[in-house]
């Protein structure tokens, strides 16, 4: 998502910010759009980049606009999959060569947010709560935190204040690379199992961003030109119950935890 948008937002100027009329469930969205929209008339974006699962545009003078997509949100250039479900539209002064006037915040089910962040804020208020971002993680720092919790190891990875950016479908990924059982306690892995963890949260994380996404069943996590994700077709266990293991034929399994799916293979995780 954020790869996608970012060649044609970094450098431009914000006009306007409003939320749109959608007549649906309204978005968090602070501080009040139409005070928004005065603090960032005339400010440039200078980078967009992703941080624990939230798209973080930064301004030139150096607030932080963060929106957290959460289930189904998408942020858009064009086309998006329902004009109905467009919530919040960041309009940009006219640019010579660009063909897209604005980007949106698209969201079918409403749950996402919006907030705006004054210089150094965000890194004060909100990063100091979450955990490190997974990608910048290596063995050494996977052990500190694995070592904290008692908890099922797919329940910890879930936990964004011991570790942020992992979401549900990709800790069944990142446990059935690492051939580790979900439900074993997260402080009893070996140092040989931290080592396969941590380089499988690369590996899928990498291939995750690279694809941008997954796109679940109701085709609504796109990325930003609205084209459909391709990491589906990579997915070894998630959403495949009863299909076979790719590496031992043995059938896929689902249990729950925590109220989330996880899926894995009996016979490759331990
Ligand atoms: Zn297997």
Redesign the pocket.
């Known amino acids: 998502m954020v790869r996608g948008i970012r060649p044609h937002v970094v450098g431009r100027t914000l006009a306007s910010f409003r939320r749109s009329k959608c007549g649906l469930k309204v978005i968090d969205v602070s501080p009040e759009p139409k005070r928004l929209a005065r603090i960032i008339r005339g400010q440039t974006i200078t980078s967009v980049r992703r941080f624990a699962k939230r798209v973080v545009l930064t301004l030139s003078e150096g607030g932080d606009f963060v929106i957290e997509p959460r289930m189904t949100g998408l942020m858009l250039l064009s086309d998006p999959p329902t004009t109905a479900h467009l919530r919040v539209e960041w309009r940009f002064m006219k640019h010579a060569t660009s063909a897209y006037p604005s980007l949106w915040f698209w969201d079918r089910r409403g749950l996402g947010t919006v907030h705006y962040y004054g210089p150094g804020q965000f890194e004060e208020l909100v990063c100091t709560r979450l955990g490190p971002d997974a990608l910048a993680m290596n063995a050494e720092l996977w052990t500190e935190r694995l070592a904290r919790t008692a908890r099922p190891v797919k329940v910890a990875l879930l936990d964004q204040t011991l570790v942020a950016g992992i979401g549900n479908l990709y800790a069944s990924e990142i446990l ?1 690379l690492s051939r580790i059982h979900p439900a074993r306690p997260a402080n009893a892995l070996s140092r040989r199992e931290i080592a396969r963890l941590a380089a499988a949260v690369q590996e899928v994380l990498d291939d995750a961003i690279l694809h941008e996404g997954s796109t679940l069943a109701d085709g609504t996590y796109r990325n930003a030109l609205a084209q459909n994700g391709r990491y589906q077709n990579s997915h070894r266990v998630y959403a495949r119950t009863g299909m ?7 059938a ?1 399994e689902r249990i729950v935890q925590a109220q989330r799916s996880t899926f894995f ?5 331990r």
């Not at 076979?244 to 043995?250: L, N």
């Not at 293979?265 to 995780?269: I, P, T």
Request: aromatic share 8%.
């Open positions: 059935y076979k293991c790719p590496s031992c034929d043995a896929i293979c009996g016979r490759c995780q």
